[in-house]
């Protein structure tokens, strides 16, 4: 678990294990060496910072629609990066279960944008006043709606209240969110098991390298 603070490819897979540590079966077991097989084979690898003139922050979140099969709750995972590299990262299952892949999208987003105003104000405490809303990338049309159309409230009415302060901080200009594609979306690392070559795509977009 310790790992996932410097390591933000182990996230997804530590935390999905973490789920059954009450309770692990002989999967859970062969499951978790493979993440220490992994581990061995990429112990030289980190994330690397470089000089840039641009460090805003920006974001990127997503989730699986019903991923678990236990309890058919989905997973939230959100990534910010300033410059270089990234600088925070998580990969949760929802509270909630999302009956749509908008509102799973939604509910992601809510969350992100938790982490994007702490962020902010961190930033601030630095001396580091970032002018411009936190851009904060959706690949999901519908999700990015609600955050702007209060038409759409009445398809969204079991929403609970708590995930609909976003709307707030986009109208003050805080958070923009902005569409991006399903293949450039670098949260999908932390929601669900990718093929090889995308998980390695997505490994150099956070910014690790041999170091």
């Known amino acids: 678990m310790y790992l996932t603070a410097t390591r933000p490819d182990l996230t997804f897979s530590v935390c999905m294990l973490s789920r059954f540590m009450e309770s692990p079966k002989r999967s859970h077991w062969e499951a978790g060496k493979r993440v220490l097989l992994y581990l061995c084979g990429t112990v030289t690898e980190g994330i690397f910072y470089r000089k840039v003139e641009d460090s805003g922050s920006v974001g990127y979140c997503d989730s699986d629609w019903g991923g678990s ?3 058919c709750k989905s997973t939230s995972g959100y990534v910010f990066s300033i410059g270089s590299g990234v600088i925070s990262w998580t990969s949760k299952k929802q509270s909630v279960v999302a009956l749509s892949t908008a509102e799973s999208e939604y509910i992601s987003l809510a969350l992100a944008s938790c982490q994007a105003l702490w962020i902010r104000w961190i930033l601030e405490e630095l001396k580091h006043h970032q002018v411009k809303g936190t851009t904060l990338f959706c690949d999901n049309s519908s999700a990015i709606s609600l ?3 209060p038409v759409f409230h009445g398809k969204s009415k ?3 209240i708590k995930f609909h302060f976003i709307r707030d901080l986009v109208k003050d200009g805080e958070i923009v969110v902005e569409y991006c594609k399903t293949q450039d979306q670098l949260a999908d690392i932390f929601t669900k098991a990718l093929k090889c070559d995308t998980f390695n795509k997505m490994k ?8």
């Not at 956070?206 to 170091?211: K, Q």
């Open 69 to 71: 099969f236990d309890d």
């Open 147 to 149: 955050t702007k159309n």
């Open 158 to 160: 079991h929403i609970r």
């Open 204 to 211: 150099k977009k956070l910014g690790m390298t041999v170091v």
